[in-house]
Protein backbone atom coordinates (compact mmCIF):
# COMPACT_ATOMS: atom_id res chain seq x y z
CA UNK A 1 0.00 0.00 0.00
CA UNK A 2 0.95 3.22 -0.96
CA UNK A 3 1.65 6.24 1.96
CA UNK A 4 -0.96 8.47 0.80
CA UNK A 5 -3.99 7.96 3.62
CA UNK A 6 -6.02 4.47 3.39
CA UNK A 7 -9.88 5.20 2.47
CA UNK A 8 -11.88 3.92 4.98
CA UNK A 9 -15.57 3.41 3.77
CA UNK A 10 -18.90 2.49 6.01
CA UNK A 11 -21.97 1.50 3.51
CA UNK A 12 -24.75 -0.57 4.67
CA UNK A 13 -27.35 -2.61 1.63
CA UNK A 14 -30.25 -0.52 2.96
CA UNK A 15 -31.55 2.71 4.70
CA UNK A 16 -32.11 3.28 8.25
CA UNK A 17 -29.09 1.16 9.76
CA UNK A 18 -27.23 4.10 11.78
CA UNK A 19 -24.20 3.82 8.85
CA UNK A 20 -24.12 7.78 9.03
CA UNK A 21 -24.07 7.94 12.69
CA UNK A 22 -21.51 5.40 13.14
CA UNK A 23 -19.77 7.32 10.66
CA UNK A 24 -19.60 10.45 12.81
CA UNK A 25 -19.17 8.94 15.55
CA UNK A 26 -15.99 7.19 14.43
CA UNK A 27 -14.86 11.02 12.76
CA UNK A 28 -14.97 12.11 16.36
CA UNK A 29 -12.86 9.80 17.99
CA UNK A 30 -10.34 10.66 15.23
CA UNK A 31 -10.61 13.88 14.19
CA UNK A 32 -7.26 14.33 14.81
CA UNK A 33 -6.60 11.84 11.97
CA UNK A 34 -8.40 11.95 9.93
CA UNK A 35 -10.43 14.20 6.32
CA UNK A 36 -13.83 13.11 6.36
CA UNK A 37 -16.15 12.27 2.93
CA UNK A 38 -19.97 12.39 2.86
CA UNK A 39 -20.43 10.22 -0.26
CA UNK A 40 -23.98 9.96 0.22
CA UNK A 41 -24.66 13.08 -2.40
CA UNK A 42 -28.16 11.81 -2.70
CA UNK A 43 -29.43 12.40 0.32
CA UNK A 44 -25.86 13.83 2.38
CA UNK A 45 -27.16 14.35 6.23
CA UNK A 46 -23.85 13.80 7.73
CA UNK A 47 -23.89 17.56 7.96
CA UNK A 48 -26.47 17.79 10.40
CA UNK A 49 -24.43 15.89 13.38
CA UNK A 50 -20.50 17.37 12.26
CA UNK A 51 -21.76 20.87 11.19
CA UNK A 52 -19.57 22.09 8.68
CA UNK A 53 -18.97 25.35 7.47
CA UNK A 54 -19.04 25.07 3.66
CA UNK A 55 -16.00 27.86 3.72
CA UNK A 56 -15.63 26.83 0.28
CA UNK A 57 -18.66 25.50 -2.59
CA UNK A 58 -17.71 25.22 -6.10
CA UNK A 59 -20.07 24.20 -9.04
CA UNK A 60 -19.82 20.15 -10.64
CA UNK A 61 -20.86 19.61 -14.05
CA UNK A 62 -21.20 16.53 -15.52
CA UNK A 63 -22.71 15.42 -18.94
CA UNK A 64 -24.41 18.24 -21.21
CA UNK A 65 -27.54 19.58 -22.06
CA UNK A 66 -28.87 20.70 -25.56
CA UNK A 67 -30.33 23.98 -26.15
CA UNK A 68 -32.11 25.42 -28.41
CA UNK A 69 -31.18 28.94 -30.25
CA UNK A 70 -34.64 30.46 -30.89
CA UNK A 71 -33.12 32.94 -33.12
CA UNK A 72 -32.02 30.43 -35.64
CA UNK A 73 -34.79 28.05 -34.85
CA UNK A 74 -36.75 27.47 -38.10
CA UNK A 75 -39.39 25.06 -36.02
CA UNK A 76 -38.57 22.14 -38.52
CA UNK A 77 -39.64 19.71 -35.92
CA UNK A 78 -36.81 17.70 -36.95
CA UNK A 79 -35.46 17.35 -33.55
CA UNK A 80 -38.52 16.44 -32.08
CA UNK A 81 -38.86 13.49 -34.95
CA UNK A 82 -35.32 12.31 -33.60
CA UNK A 83 -35.44 12.41 -29.66
CA UNK A 84 -35.71 9.21 -28.32
CA UNK A 85 -36.34 10.89 -24.53
CA UNK A 86 -38.70 12.98 -25.09
CA UNK A 87 -36.94 15.62 -24.43
CA UNK A 88 -37.84 18.16 -27.11
CA UNK A 89 -41.40 19.92 -26.11
CA UNK A 90 -43.59 22.13 -28.62
CA UNK A 91 -45.74 24.52 -28.12
CA UNK A 92 -46.98 26.29 -31.05
CA UNK A 93 -44.33 26.79 -33.18
CA UNK A 94 -41.80 27.00 -30.24
CA UNK A 95 -39.51 24.08 -29.76
CA UNK A 96 -37.46 23.82 -26.39
CA UNK A 97 -35.56 21.44 -24.33
CA UNK A 98 -37.01 19.65 -20.95
CA UNK A 99 -33.58 19.39 -19.28
CA UNK A 100 -34.88 16.82 -16.56
CA UNK A 101 -35.31 14.44 -19.76
CA UNK A 102 -32.40 15.40 -21.99
CA UNK A 103 -29.82 13.22 -21.63
CA UNK A 104 -27.08 15.31 -23.45
CA UNK A 105 -26.68 12.64 -26.47
CA UNK A 106 -26.19 15.39 -29.12
CA UNK A 107 -27.74 13.74 -32.15
CA UNK A 108 -30.76 16.96 -32.08
CA UNK A 109 -27.84 19.45 -32.69
CA UNK A 110 -26.14 16.91 -35.48
CA UNK A 111 -29.11 16.84 -37.50
CA UNK A 112 -30.59 20.72 -36.99
CA UNK A 113 -29.94 21.96 -40.49
CA UNK A 114 -29.52 26.05 -39.19
CA UNK A 115 -27.00 24.98 -36.43
CA UNK A 116 -29.68 26.37 -33.91
CA UNK A 117 -29.45 23.61 -31.23
CA UNK A 118 -25.67 23.21 -28.95
CA UNK A 119 -25.09 21.01 -25.74
CA UNK A 120 -23.41 22.97 -23.33
CA UNK A 121 -21.95 21.43 -20.11
CA UNK A 122 -24.76 20.79 -16.95
CA UNK A 123 -24.67 21.76 -13.65
CA UNK A 124 -25.36 18.68 -11.68
CA UNK A 125 -24.46 19.61 -7.92
CA UNK A 126 -22.44 21.62 -5.88
CA UNK A 127 -19.28 20.29 -3.55
CA UNK A 128 -18.25 21.46 -0.60
CA UNK A 129 -14.82 21.62 1.33
CA UNK A 130 -15.39 22.15 5.41
CA UNK A 131 -14.31 22.22 8.61
CA UNK A 132 -16.42 20.86 10.93
CA UNK A 133 -17.35 21.84 14.44
CA UNK A 134 -14.94 19.03 15.68
CA UNK A 135 -12.10 20.83 13.83
CA UNK A 136 -11.08 18.13 10.93
CA UNK A 137 -12.05 18.81 6.98
CA UNK A 138 -15.07 17.51 5.62
CA UNK A 139 -15.40 17.38 2.00
CA UNK A 140 -19.09 16.92 1.11
CA UNK A 141 -21.46 18.03 -2.09
CA UNK A 142 -24.85 18.06 -2.83
CA UNK A 143 -26.54 16.44 -6.10
CA UNK A 144 -28.99 19.04 -7.81
CA UNK A 145 -32.70 17.81 -7.89
CA UNK A 146 -33.42 15.65 -11.03
CA UNK A 147 -29.80 15.26 -11.55
CA UNK A 148 -27.79 12.21 -12.76
CA UNK A 149 -23.95 11.38 -12.66
CA UNK A 150 -24.11 11.05 -8.65
CA UNK A 151 -21.57 8.30 -9.01
CA UNK A 152 -18.90 11.22 -10.84
CA UNK A 153 -20.09 13.20 -8.01
CA UNK A 154 -18.98 10.56 -5.37
CA UNK A 155 -15.66 10.25 -7.21
CA UNK A 156 -14.96 13.84 -7.40
CA UNK A 157 -15.90 14.48 -3.43
CA UNK A 158 -13.56 11.12 -2.68
CA UNK A 159 -10.57 13.17 -5.02
CA UNK A 160 -10.72 16.06 -2.99
CA UNK A 161 -11.30 13.92 0.55
CA UNK A 162 -7.76 12.66 -0.24
CA UNK A 163 -5.76 15.52 -1.96
CA UNK A 164 -6.79 17.18 1.54
CA UNK A 165 -5.57 14.53 3.33
CA UNK A 166 -2.29 14.29 1.69
CA UNK A 167 -1.73 18.20 2.22
CA UNK A 168 -2.99 18.26 5.85
CA UNK A 169 -0.89 14.68 6.25
CA UNK A 170 -3.92 13.08 7.75
CA UNK A 171 -3.68 9.27 8.60
CA UNK A 172 -7.17 8.25 7.22
CA UNK A 173 -9.93 9.29 4.97
CA UNK A 174 -13.37 7.82 6.40
CA UNK A 175 -15.89 8.25 3.60
CA UNK A 176 -19.81 7.80 4.52
CA UNK A 177 -21.23 6.17 1.78
CA UNK A 178 -24.95 5.85 0.03
CA UNK A 179 -27.39 2.86 0.90
CA UNK A 180 -27.75 -0.04 -1.73
CA UNK A 181 -25.73 -1.39 -4.50
CA UNK A 182 -26.34 1.36 -6.77
CA UNK A 183 -23.51 3.70 -8.89
CA UNK A 184 -22.77 5.76 -5.99
CA UNK A 185 -21.91 3.07 -3.94
CA UNK A 186 -19.87 1.62 -6.69
CA UNK A 187 -17.91 4.56 -6.79
CA UNK A 188 -17.31 4.96 -3.15
CA UNK A 189 -15.93 1.66 -3.17
CA UNK A 190 -13.29 2.10 -6.13
CA UNK A 191 -10.34 2.81 -4.58
CA UNK A 192 -11.56 1.48 -1.37
CA UNK A 193 -8.87 0.46 1.04
CA UNK A 194 -11.50 -1.31 3.78
CA UNK A 195 -15.04 -1.00 4.03
CA UNK A 196 -17.10 -1.12 7.54
CA UNK A 197 -20.81 -2.60 6.69
CA UNK A 198 -23.32 -1.56 8.96
CA UNK A 199 -26.31 -3.99 9.48
CA UNK A 200 -29.66 -4.67 11.65
CA UNK A 201 -30.74 -7.72 12.93
CA UNK A 202 -34.10 -8.00 10.04
CA UNK A 203 -34.86 -10.23 7.17
CA UNK A 204 -34.51 -7.22 5.10
CA UNK A 205 -31.83 -6.16 6.87
CA UNK A 206 -29.56 -10.09 6.13
CA UNK A 207 -30.64 -9.62 2.57
CA UNK A 208 -29.23 -6.58 1.68
CA UNK A 209 -26.16 -6.95 3.75
CA UNK A 210 -25.86 -10.30 1.87
CA UNK A 211 -26.29 -8.36 -1.26
CA UNK A 212 -24.05 -5.09 -0.76
CA UNK A 213 -21.26 -7.81 0.66
CA UNK A 214 -21.33 -9.51 -2.90
CA UNK A 215 -20.38 -6.23 -4.50
CA UNK A 216 -17.78 -5.70 -1.96
CA UNK A 217 -16.04 -9.12 -2.94
CA UNK A 218 -16.09 -8.04 -6.38
CA UNK A 219 -14.05 -5.62 -5.30
CA UNK A 220 -11.59 -7.91 -3.38
CA UNK A 221 -11.62 -5.01 -0.67
CA UNK A 222 -11.56 -6.91 3.02
CA UNK A 223 -14.42 -5.93 5.40
CA UNK A 224 -15.51 -6.01 8.38
CA UNK A 225 -19.49 -5.72 10.32
CA UNK A 226 -21.26 -3.59 12.83
CA UNK A 227 -24.26 -5.32 13.49
CA UNK A 228 -26.71 -2.11 14.70
CA UNK A 229 -29.68 -3.02 17.71
CA UNK A 230 -28.14 -6.29 17.61
CA UNK A 231 -30.24 -7.28 20.81
CA UNK A 232 -33.63 -6.69 19.15
CA UNK A 233 -33.35 -10.26 17.20
CA UNK A 234 -30.72 -12.85 18.75
CA UNK A 235 -32.18 -14.90 16.32
CA UNK A 236 -31.36 -12.68 12.74
CA UNK A 237 -28.28 -11.43 14.67
CA UNK A 238 -26.48 -15.27 15.25
CA UNK A 239 -27.52 -16.03 11.67
CA UNK A 240 -25.26 -12.57 10.63
CA UNK A 241 -22.66 -13.65 12.82
CA UNK A 242 -22.88 -17.47 10.91
CA UNK A 243 -22.66 -15.51 7.32
CA UNK A 244 -19.65 -13.53 8.74
CA UNK A 245 -18.06 -16.03 10.06
CA UNK A 246 -18.17 -18.39 6.48
CA UNK A 247 -17.16 -15.18 4.44
CA UNK A 248 -14.51 -13.79 6.79
CA UNK A 249 -15.55 -10.69 7.70
CA UNK A 250 -14.35 -8.91 10.60
CA UNK A 251 -16.94 -8.49 13.33
CA UNK A 252 -15.97 -5.49 14.30
CA UNK A 253 -18.88 -5.14 16.73
CA UNK A 254 -22.74 -4.83 18.27
CA UNK A 255 -24.16 -2.43 19.45
CA UNK A 256 -27.61 -2.76 21.44
CA UNK A 257 -30.81 -0.89 21.27
CA UNK A 258 -31.05 2.37 23.08
CA UNK A 259 -32.62 5.32 22.91
CA UNK A 260 -29.39 7.61 23.36
CA UNK A 261 -28.86 7.46 20.14
CA UNK A 262 -32.16 9.68 19.37
CA UNK A 263 -31.00 11.36 22.16
CA UNK A 264 -27.73 12.53 20.38
CA UNK A 265 -29.27 12.98 17.16
CA UNK A 266 -31.93 15.72 18.67
CA UNK A 267 -28.63 17.74 20.55
CA UNK A 268 -27.31 17.55 17.38
CA UNK A 269 -24.20 15.23 18.67
CA UNK A 270 -22.69 12.07 17.90
CA UNK A 271 -23.06 8.90 19.88
CA UNK A 272 -19.62 9.43 21.03
CA UNK A 273 -20.10 12.74 22.26
CA UNK A 274 -23.68 12.44 23.86
CA UNK A 275 -23.61 8.54 25.83
CA UNK A 276 -20.98 7.48 28.18
CA UNK A 277 -21.79 3.60 28.50
CA UNK A 278 -22.05 0.51 26.50
CA UNK A 279 -22.72 3.04 22.82
CA UNK A 280 -19.76 4.54 23.36
CA UNK A 281 -17.08 2.34 24.43
CA UNK A 282 -18.58 -0.23 21.87
CA UNK A 283 -17.74 2.00 18.47
CA UNK A 284 -14.88 2.91 20.38
CA UNK A 285 -13.28 -0.75 20.57
CA UNK A 286 -15.05 -1.32 16.93
CA UNK A 287 -12.73 1.97 16.03
CA UNK A 288 -10.05 0.32 17.34
CA UNK A 289 -10.76 -2.89 15.58
CA UNK A 290 -10.63 -0.73 12.32
CA UNK A 291 -7.40 1.46 12.67
CA UNK A 292 -5.86 -2.18 13.54
CA UNK A 293 -6.70 -3.73 10.43
CA UNK A 294 -6.13 -0.78 8.34
CA UNK A 295 -2.61 -0.25 9.94
CA UNK A 296 -1.62 -3.98 9.65
CA UNK A 297 -2.41 -4.04 6.15
CA UNK A 298 -0.69 -0.99 5.27
CA UNK A 299 2.63 -2.38 6.52
CA UNK A 300 2.87 -5.53 4.01
Known sequence: ????????????????????SITASFSALAADNLVAADCDVDAADMHLLLKPDHAKAEDFYSGELAVIDQDACIACGRCYQVCRFGAIQVNGSLYSVDPLSCEGCGY????????????????????YSSRTRLGFTMIHAKLGIGSENSGKLVAHVKKQAKAAAEAQGKDYVLVDG???????????????????LVTEPTISGVHDLK?????????????????NKADINTGMTEVIRLFLGSEGVDPLGELPYDENVTRAMLAGLTIVEHDTGILRDTLRSAWRNVRQHVDTSKQK
Request: net charge positive; proline share 8%; charged share 15%.
Open 211 to 227: RVYELVRKFNIPAGCII
Open 1 to 20: MSSIAPEIVVISGKGGTGKT
Open 178 to 196: SPGIGCPVVSSLSGADYVI
Open 108 to 127: CARICPTEAISNHPEKVGVW
